[in-house]
């Protein structure tokens, strides 16, 4: 539970964020393996707290940061769209981190997959959950379920009308495959009505979700994660209706 | 799709006593209202598989294959950090990098350690 904390010097009251205040089987389970395979000499110490640190430092923010600016700038998207590893740089992120040549999961090469407005991407890895890393962060749980990760390679526009994207039959649909040579993320439209916004006003729009190719930006839109709103009718499956696959580009 | 992984979906006796679904981050984070949509000990997990794979010592695509069929199989109802966690050990064991015998020990003096804190 909460804790209140009052300073010595008779300043406010500071209430401390709550905490799971007991201890389970899965944190000392974790503590105990990884304890273990230091002593086996699978890794060392110093190893796992340079990952653990690398990993509290990413986030879709830095990949928010590459779309806006490739937005507002079109030498630095050519860039991109020319070596993403080496454009990263230009916004501080450094695919070698943090052991200097990556990491196993972070194949060193990226490609920008730039969306048109009769064309959209999205990315999945069939095989396992091939994500980049560096500039998203770590993957949703969603996107690292077998679900996902064979249905959108079959029945690619009902999946994307799951997560509220409808796309209108005019716009072509790739889906791509990320494996472990390649990463892939996508550059969404610039949506209309955003021409004259600053560089830190549009990475605000452009959401992580965005950038896998589950949703487009538009202004206001500034999270993935927002207030259900009630179904105007009920929305029916074609998959379940037996309709067939219209796309299957991997 | 993946291929068959080299661990058996079977179940492993010490990991079935430890699959206690009152105790997931999904059930104590609202009862403590924390609001962290991992544990804490999610990053150290993440990066622990990052260290294996460096390694060499288990191979990240190894790991994600084995993970897929464990959680498609013998940890199918547990919530996903949990899960990741116990596919993660299960595979381990399989594997022989660590042995139950060693982790029986030393969960036990780990959980000492915390709790005497």
């Known amino acids: 539970m909460s804790h209140t904390h009052k300073p010595g010097d008779g300043g406010a009251e500071r209430h401390a964020a709550p905490m799971v205040e007991e201890i389970t089987d899965f944190e000392v389970l974790e503590i105990a393996v990884r304890e273990l395979a230091i002593e086996h000499g699978l890794f060392t110490a110093e190893d796992h707290r340079r990952f653990t640190e690398w990993t509290e430092s990413i986030g879709p923010a830095a990949g928010s940061r590459l779309v806006a600016k490739a937005w507002i700038d079109p030498a630095f998207k050519a860039r991109v769209m020319e070596d993403a590893v080496r454009a990263c740089k230009e916004i501080g992120i450094d695919w070698a981190e943090p052991t200097g040549f990556g990491t196993p999961s972070d194949y060193m090469n990226l490609r920008v997959l730039e969306d048109t407005p009769t064309l959209h991407h999205v990315i999945v890895c069939t095989l396992c959950s091939c994500y980049p890393r560096p500039l998203l962060g770590m993957s949703p749980e969603w996107y690292r379920t077998t679900n996902y990760r064979r249905r959108l390679v079959r029945w690619p526009r009902q999946v994307l009308a799951e997560f509220g994207l409808i796309l209108p039959p005019e716009v072509e649909l790739r889906v791509e495959d990320s494996n472990q040579k390649c990463r892939f993320m996508v550059l969404p439209v610039q949506p209309e009505g955003t021409e004259n916004w600053t560089e830190q006003q549009l990475a605000q729009i452009v959401t992580r979700d965005c950038m896998i190719g589950v949703a487009l930006p538009r202004p206001g839109r500034t999270a993935d994660i927002h207030p259900v709103q009630k179904a105007r009718r009920p929305v029916q499956s074609s998959e379940h209706s037996g309709e067939p696959a219209h796309e299957h580009d991997k | ?117």
């Open chain 2, 1 to 117: 799709m993946s291929t068959t992984s080299d661990v058996e979906p079977v179940r492993i006796a010490l990991l079935e006593a430890l699959r206690n679904m009152e105790k997931t981050w999904e059930v104590l984070a609202p009862r403590y209202g924390v609001t962290n949509p991992n544990p804490p000990w999610k990053t150290s997990l993440t990066a622990m598989c990052d260290c294996l794979a460096a390694s060499g010592a288990l191979p990240a695509l190894d790991r994600r294959r084995a993970e897929d069929e464990l959680a498609d199989s013998v940890y199918r109802e547990v919530p996903a950090p949990e899960r990741q966690l116990l596919a993660l050990v299960h595979i381990m064991l399989s594997r022989g990098l660590v042995s139950e015998t060693d982790l029986v020990g030393r969960m036990r003096a780990v959980r000492s350690r915390l709790e005497s804190a």
